[in-house]
């Protein structure tokens, strides 16, 4: 593949060739044209012009012959209607001689001949016919007929031979006309000829330039391409031909060099990431490993540790019950504290094992209707609302997915939370509702409680993290640890909505079921887009609390897990989760 000498581009060259091919074209063209015009005033020239001459040119001889034959046979009969044909031939003549004029401006040998056909049968009328017939009128036929002479005939003749002089001028003029018209013709296939061959030649140009600048440089990138892209990424491309392809090769080389860095670097993250992999796979494996201990230490607390919290529990119960009153105040304070210590032991394990069992003893999850939920929720609480005189209320909830004992734990621990940071001044109210927001059921727990400050709205999710006192609020500070990990198991998320005026928000998320969500849709379309009562889908009936508010709300206090009404040590459960009240 040699390189193409000079620096035009390959649209100059196009351009130059076709404007080359154009000119030619449009010059022969215009040759052409010139030349059909003339073929066609020659074609005129022999139809309408030199043919119809001839004919004339006959029909005057004819109308000379009629006027000579009348003059004869009226000196032979003297009758005057042999002169009949003389007249007729005599306005014949006329007539032909106009017509004849008419198409000579172009002929003016032809008209000078037929100026001396004229000329001569004006003289033979007037020295041969004209005679004869004023004779034969006043002499009569004999008189008339002496007058018919060798040298009349002679006078007439050359009448004829004018004729016949005007009709040989006319056959020439044809003769040429018809020539002219074969070598006009002739021209104008050259021309044809010579156009097709410009075609021609140029088609052939540039076919030939194209496989040159285009198809051959075209090919050499195809194939250094193809070698980059199987794989040797340092092959340097170069690239000849016309300038646009030297600029595109030099493009695709500099593209060449951006994916061999970048493949450098994605090289040396791959080596990275495998190591990092590596030792994500060795902390998998150590995770693994922590989990059989803790799920050890699961089970020898859930049996073997609350055997002897259980024995020293009821001994030290037995030694309250039996020695109250009999030792000192001390004695009854010391005995006090061991019962309160073992069974806040025992509540502490049993929310342990509680939180550790959240996914990972599962039933499956299955379609949840949270009205039932709440039922419930509202018996298990029942004893503690009786005792602070609170009041539970809920909208219409959804049907979600999930796992029925576990959502029970959770709502039950907000309800119970509500319940126990109440306002010792007002009735403790706790609402529950919900509302559909995009994909995802926003469900609100709102008390008119002693609210929590902002500082403390993600603290209180932390297990273990209290925020007052265990003599103010009991619990162990790990009820709302476990509404978290619930709503996360279900690919929610819980939080604390500060702005709320009075009381606490605690809003948590649960993934609608695309019926909902298609449900919700159909309603917005349906809706008027200026109709001031478009609202946010939401569920049930038309209840205010359908509108849920919008973050979920924890207690400002301890918000752990909700009082137990006799606060000991056994306590009811929802599913496998033991629910803690106090």
Not at 72 to 80: E, F, L, Q
Not at 445 to 471: M, T, W, Y
Request: proline share 4%; charged share 25%; hydrophobic share 40%.
């Amino acid at each position: 593949m040699s390189p193409v000498v000079g620096g035009w581009s390959l649209r100059r060259r196009v351009i130059t060739l076709l404007a080359v091919v154009g000119v030619l074209l449009i010059g022969l063209a215009a040759a052409e044209a010139a030349v059909a015009a003339r073929n066609r005033t020659q074609i005129d020239a022999v139809l309408n012009q030199t043919g119809p001459l001839r004919v004339q040119s006959q029909e005057l001889l004819n109308a000379l012959l009629d006027q000579e034959t009348a003059v004869r046979g009226y000196a032979v009969s003297g009758d005057p209607a042999d002169l009949a044909p003389y007249q007729e031939g005599l306005e014949k003549e006329k007539s032909v001689v106009a017509s004849m004029r008419a198409l000579l401006d172009d002929y003016p040998q032809i008209g000078q001949e037929l100026r001396v056909v004229e000329e001569q049968s004006a003289q033979w009328r007037q020295s041969v016919a004209e005679p004869v017939i004023t004779t034969t009128d006043q002499s009569g036929t004999r008189a008339g007929q002496a007058l018919v002479t060798e040298r009349a005939r002679q006078q007439f003749d050359q009448v004829r031979s004018a004729v016949n002089d005007l009709q040989g001028e006319i056959l020439a003029a044809r003769e040429k006309a018809a020539a002219d018209v074969r070598t006009s013709s002739n021209v104008l296939v050259v021309l044809l000829i010579i156009a097709a061959l410009v075609v021609v030649v140029a088609g052939a140009l540039l076919v030939l330039s194209l496989d040159r600048m285009v198809i051959r440089p075209l090919i050499g990138l195809a194939d250094q391409v193809r070698e980059v892209a199987e794989g040797d990424y340092q092959h340097g491309i170069a690239t000849t031909g016309p300038p646009e392809f030297i600029r595109l090769g030099e493009d695709v080389d500099a593209m060449r060099q951006k994916i061999a860095a970048d493949l450098a670097e994605v090289r040396a993250a791959r080596e990275r990431i495998e190591w990092v992999n590596s030792q994500l796979q060795k902390q998998a494996e150590e995770l693994t490993r922590s989990n059989r201990d803790l799920e050890q230490f699961a089970y020898v607390a859930s049996h073997d540790l609350q055997e002897p919290l259980r024995k020293v529990a009821s001994f030290c119960q037995l030694l309250q019950r039996r020695y109250a009153g009999q030792l000192d105040e001390r004695a009854d304070q010391y005995i006090a504290f061991a019962v309160d210590g073992a069974q806040r032991m025992q509540r502490l394990i049993n929310d342990l094992l509680a939180f550790s069992r959240i996914g990972r003893l599962t039933t499956g999850f299955v379609e949840v209707d949270l009205n039932k939920v709440m039922g419930d929720v509202a018996g298990q609480t029942e004893a503690a609302r009786q005792y602070a005189d609170a009041e539970l209320t809920w909208d219409e909830l959804p049907v979600i997915s999930g796992e029925e004992p576990l959502l029970t734990n959770l709502l039950a621990n907000l309800v119970s939370n509500s319940i126990k940071f109440r306002r010792p001044d007002l009735p403790s109210k706790v609402h529950v509702s919900a509302r559909l927001v995009g994909a995802e059921w926003e469900i609100t727990c709102q008390d008119n409680g002693i609210g929590i400050e902002p500082e403390f709205a993600d603290k209180i999710f932390v297990i273990f993290q209290r925020l007052h006192s265990k003599d103010a609020y009991p619990g162990t500070g790990i009820g709302l640890a476990i509404v978290k990990k619930i709503a996360e198991y279900h690919g929610g998320h819980v939080w604390v909505d500060t702005d709320v005026p009075e009381g606490t928000a605690i809003r948590f998320t649960l993934p609608a079921l695309p019926e909902d969500v298609e449900a919700a849709a159909a309603a917005d379309a349906a809706q008027q887009p200026d109709d001031p009562t478009v609202d946010d889908p939401t569920m049930g009936d038309t209840t205010p609390s359908t509108e849920a508010p919008a973050a979920l709300t924890e207690q400002a206090g301890e918000l752990d897990q909700p009082d137990r009404a006799d606060d000991g040590p056994e306590s009811g459960r929802t599913g496998d989760m033991r629910e803690t009240v106090g």
